[in-house]
């Protein structure tokens, strides 16, 4: 474990690997929720249902409950992500100047050998990075082509965008960000056809936040309480039609839901399973660079392509931002299982709080990260330019 950036070191590397993203709900944070149990939950839900532990209304009632702190916490505030409320704009800014940053290193990127692309793979739904984006104007694919119905697909990635000078016809390449979300988006709307249309208002979100359910038919969802507990919650509570219209709205949204059972969705949905792959595959490319962070690996079907590239590729160097010096135990994992010695997890320095007890002198957060390794990374590469200069 690493708690000392290497910038010069990482200099040399972003000048000479392809570059690649995993963002977690870490990222969004704190103006979205992360999951907390709630995929714990949702997966005991099914293996007590499977065993026949929980009645079917208990089920629904539990279900719902857990959809709705879900779509509470971390999708219906991103109405007001597209309004541009006042309260996401830290977070914003955050995501804009990670880009912003991003996209001078790849301007001063002196390989002719290596295109100027950045892959953002996430996790995250939310509509932050196509925000961030679109506000910063750098060039970039999502997936979708088309201006009055924009549809998605794959072979819209990796594409790259080349500028002219009016006068001279100098050609050069422009940066360009992939934005990959391998759990889909709210911005995703299936269509009958399967195909996936752009939601530019999030219509979908809109309707199911139309959708109340009264109190009484919720159980209360915290990260204190057991699956056992819900269902004890759940009894004597019945089902009605507002949670069947709850939960088929909600099941509309083109995400994958916290589920252990989530990797199994992915292989059934082609565009999952294609993200997920083209993910392997950007790994598994010589002298490639993979940055997490805001990510716990908690996520398994992540996680195992990831412990698969790192054994199968030693010419891949992976970079995992640990919010503070208590390690998840899915990063942990990640750099047990690592035969090429290619895993660093890199954790904030600690320092004495004068009790005796060390503590971390700041968090890994976006801003830290922003500060202190992207925009350190910058200012070096910038010296180098002023010393041949002069």
């Not at 590397?13 to 690649?20: F, G, P």
């Not at 541009?84 to 790849?106: A, H, R």
């Not at 965008?161 to 050069?172: A, E, G, I, V």
């Not at 992976?318 to 750099?335: A, P, R």
Request: hydrophobic share 35%; net charge negative.
């Amino acid at each position: 474990m690493s708690d000392q950036f290497n910038t010069t070191e990482l200099k040399d590397i972003v000048q000479d690997c392809n570059i690649n993203f995993l963002l977690g709900s870490g990222m969004s944070m704190p103006y979205l929720s992360t999951l907390g149990k709630i995929e714990q939950f949702l997966t005991g839900l099914t293996e007590k249902k499977e065993k026949g532990e929980v009645s079917d209304e208990q089920e629904k009632i539990i279900r719902v409950s857990l959809y709705k702190k879900f779509f509470d916490g971390a999708i219906l505030k991103n109405l007001e992500i597209l309004k541009g409320n006042t309260d996401t704009s830290d977070v914003l800014e955050s995501y804009k100047v990670f880009l912003k940053t991003l996209n001078s290193i790849l301007l001063n990127r002196k390989s002719t050998i290596l295109n100027k692309q950045v892959n953002l793979f996430t996790t995250n739904v939310d509509v932050f990075l196509e925000k961030a984006l679109e506000s910063t104007n750098v060039e970039y694919n999502d997936g979708f082509s088309g201006r009055f119905d924009p549809l998605f697909n794959l072979t819209n990635f990796k594409k790259s965008f080349f500028k002219t000078s009016l006068h001279y016809d100098n050609t050069s390449e422009l940066p360009v960000f992939n934005l990959m979300k391998i759990h889909g988006s709210l911005t995703w709307l299936k269509k009958e056809n399967e195909d996936i249309a752009f939601s530019l208002d999030l219509g979908l979100v809109k309707k199911i936040k139309a959708k109340t359910i009264s109190d009484d038919k919720l159980i209360e969802v915290d990260d204190e309480k057991t699956i056992d507990d819900l269902i004890s919650s759940a009894n004597g509570k019945t089902p009605d039609d507002s949670i069947d219209e709850f939960t088929t709205e909600y099941e509309k949204l083109a995400i994958v839901n916290p589920t252990k059972e989530k990797f199994r969705e992915t292989v059934l949905n082609r565009n999952y399973y294609e993200l997920l792959r083209i993910y392997s595959n950007e790994l598994e490319k010589e002298n490639t660079v993979l940055f997490v962070a805001g990510f716990s690996f908690a996520d398994e079907h992540i996680r195992d392509v990831t412990i698969r590239v790192a054994n199968s590729n030693p010419t891949l160097k992976i970079y995992i931002f640990s919010h503070s010096s208590n390690i998840d135990e899915g990063v942990q994992k990640i750099k047990e299982s690592s035969n090429n010695n290619n895993v660093e997890i890199v954790a904030p320095p600690q320092k004495e709080n004068g009790d005796g007890e060390m503590e971390d002198e700041f968090k890994y957060n976006f801003n830290t990260i922003n500060d202190k390794v992207f925009g350190e990374l910058l200012k070096k590469i910038g010296e180098k330019e002023e010393t041949k200069k002069s």
